[in-house]
């Protein structure tokens, strides 16, 4: 089993800057590919990043491609996403997701392990 725990959330200017993180704890971090996910108000949950188990393999969705960085430390169980250049249709609920395989997916089904979400709030 394997918990997830994210901050950083908040309210920001477009244009702006926030930094997630996502702590895990219960099992060894390192084997798990982890995801963030996102999902708007009356929408559908979404991909945004991906990456591998040892950091090596990401992938963004193309909308925030140039914007967003997802890294890890696994020394610190802990997977980040720096948002910068902020705009308003990135408001939504961000979610940190860990799945069971070292490689990186863009599919929320391959993940088993999701946390709580934190909102994130882009004003114009």
């Known amino acids: 089993q394997v918990q997830l725990v994210e901050s950083g959330g908040g309210l920001v200017q477009a244009g702006g800057s926030l930094r997630l993180s996502c702590v895990a704890s219960g099992r060894t971090f390192s084997p798990y590919g982890m995801g963030w996910f996102r999902q708007a108000r009356g929408e559908e949950r979404e991909f945004v990043a991906t990456i591998s188990g040892s950091g090596g393999s990401t992938g963004y969705t193309d909308s925030v491609k140039g914007r967003f960085t997802i890294s890890r430390d696994n020394a610190k169980n802990t997977v980040y996403l720096q948002m910068n250049s902020l705009k308003p249709e990135d408001t939504a609920v961000y979610y940190c997701?860990?799945?069971?395989?070292?490689?990186?997916?863009?599919?929320?089904?391959?993940?088993?392990?999701w946390g709580q979400g934190t909102q994130v709030t882009v004003s114009s």
């Open positions: 997701a860990a799945r069971a395989g070292s490689s990186t997916s863009r599919y929320s089904s391959d993940y088993s392990y």
